[in-house]
Every structure is written in structure tokens, then in C-alpha cells.
């Protein structure tokens, strides 16, 4: 079931999805050097046991190796970046900054999943603030603040203290 129509009951089941997903990406950046560039909770699908699958890939970027051919969608089209209304278009705007310093739609820029997982919390947050309570909360809290890339961008990367977090494995190192 996508995520999107999923009713969780706790902060701790949030944060587990929210783990999870960091490690599927983690593999696929380390493996595939990938993004996946669209990663709204329709795309995050969760069984009864809340195992994840992340899925429409087509917006994705991924290379199996060095010399192998990249495959991605450009997203450079002006319909990507026409709609509104969503936090998901913001997301799509960052990125493109992103993406727009290395002037190739191509480029590995593996923030593009920071971003997309700020904007799971972001999502989690406006679904289930008033709904539930727990000491898992702050921790989602924190989280949400280290992965703002309305003050991130200013400094460049996601900094938390002195270290720098360019991809899900600098993230991971954090749980």
C-alpha cells in the first residue's frame, strides 16, 4: 500500500519507514550511484508488517558502474516545475538548484535523496503532529530540522556539528 494512504499509529513506526527508507537508498546510491528525484509517499509503498519498497523509478538516476551508461529523465522540461500548492514542488525547485551547479542532469548529486526525505518529514509532521505523542517525535523533530533545505542550501550541504552529509550513508551514521 502506498504510504500516502496508510494510517500509522505511532512516531516509532514513522521513524522505522523513515530508517528504512534512508537504508534502500543508501544500497542503491552505493550500488547504483542513485537517485531517485521523486520520492512523494505514493511512491513509498509499506506492507502489513511496514517493510518498504520504494517504487516509480522513472524519474530516477542511476549508473551501475563507471564506465556503464547513466540512465535518468531530464527534468529540466518547464511542466515539471509548473505546479504548486504541495511542498513536493519546492522539493523539485531545490533540486533543480542542485542539479543546476553541476549543468548536467546526468551528474550524480546524491542531496537530491536528502532532499526527498526531508520532504517525508515534513509530510509525517503535517499528517500526524496533532494525532500522536512520543518520545519518537523529537527524534523525527531533530531529523526534519537537520534535513531543512531552506537552511541547508544557505551553507551549501546538510552539515549536522562539523560533518558533512552528502548522501544516505553520512545519514545513516546518525540513527
Given at each position: 500500500?502506498?504510504?500516502?494512504?496508510?494510517?500509522?499509529?505511532?512516531?516509532?513506526?514513522?521513524?522505522?519507514?523513515?530508517?528504512?527508507?534512508?537504508?534502500?537508498?543508501?544500497?542503491?546510491?552505493?550500488?547504483?550511484?542513485?537517485?531517485?528525484?521523486?520520492?512523494?509517499?505514493?511512491?513509498?509503498?509499506?506492507?502489513?508488517?511496514?517493510?518498504?519498497?520504494?517504487c516509480?523509478?522513472?524519474?530516477?538516476?542511476?549508473?551501475?558502474?563507471?564506465?556503464?551508461?547513466?540512465?535518468?529523465?531530464?527534468?529540466?522540461?518547464?511542466?515539471?516545475?509548473?505546479?504548486?500548492?504541495?511542498?513536493?514542488?519546492?522539493?523539485?525547485?531545490?533540486?533543480?538548484?542542485?542539479?543546476?551547479?553541476?549543468?548536467?542532469?546526468?551528474?550524480?548529486?546524491p542531496?537530491?535523496?536528502?532532499?526527498?526525505?526531508h520532504?517525508?518529514?515534513?509530510?509525517?509532521?503535517?499528517?500526524?503532529?496533532?494525532?500522536?505523542?512520543?518520545?519518537?517525535?523529537?527524534?523525527?523533530?531533530?531529523?526534519?530540522?537537520?534535513?531543512?533545505?531552506?537552511?541547508?542550501?544557505?551553507?551549501?550541504?546538510?552539515?549536522?556539528?562539523?560533518?558533512?552529509?552528502?548522501?544516505?550513508?553520512?545519514?545513516?551514521?546518525?540513527?
Amino acid at each position: 500500500t502506498p504510504l500516502s494512504g496508510v494510517n500509522l499509529n505511532s512516531w516509532f513506526q514513522i521513524l522505522r519507514i523513515f530508517w528504512q527508507c534512508v537504508t534502500v537508498l543508501y544500497v542503491a546510491e552505493t550500488k547504483f550511484q542513485f537517485e531517485h528525484r521523486n520520492l512523494t509517499l505514493d511512491h513509498i509503498l509499506i506492507d502489513k508488517k511496514l517493510n518498504v519498497t520504494l517504487c516509480d523509478l522513472k524519474s530516477s538516476r542511476a549508473q551501475q558502474g563507471p564506465n556503464e551508461s547513466v540512465l535518468f529523465t531530464r527534468l529540466d522540461h518547464p511542466l515539471f516545475f509548473q505546479g504548486g500548492g504541495d511542498y513536493q514542488f519546492e522539493i523539485y525547485s531545490f533540486m533543480r538548484s542542485i542539479l543546476a551547479e553541476s549543468h548536467s542532469w546526468d551528474s550524480y548529486e546524491p542531496k537530491t535523496n536528502l532532499l526527498w526525505l526531508h520532504y517525508f518529514c515534513v509530510k509525517m509532521f503535517r499528517k500526524y503532529d496533532n494525532k500522536l505523542s512520543g518520545t519518537e517525535r523529537e527524534k523525527m523533530s531533530k531529523l526534519a530540522q537537520f534535513l531543512d533545505p531552506s537552511i541547508t542550501s544557505k551553507r551549501g550541504v546538510f552539515k549536522r556539528n562539523d560533518a558533512d552529509i552528502r548522501t544516505c550513508g553520512d545519514l545513516l551514521r546518525f540513527k
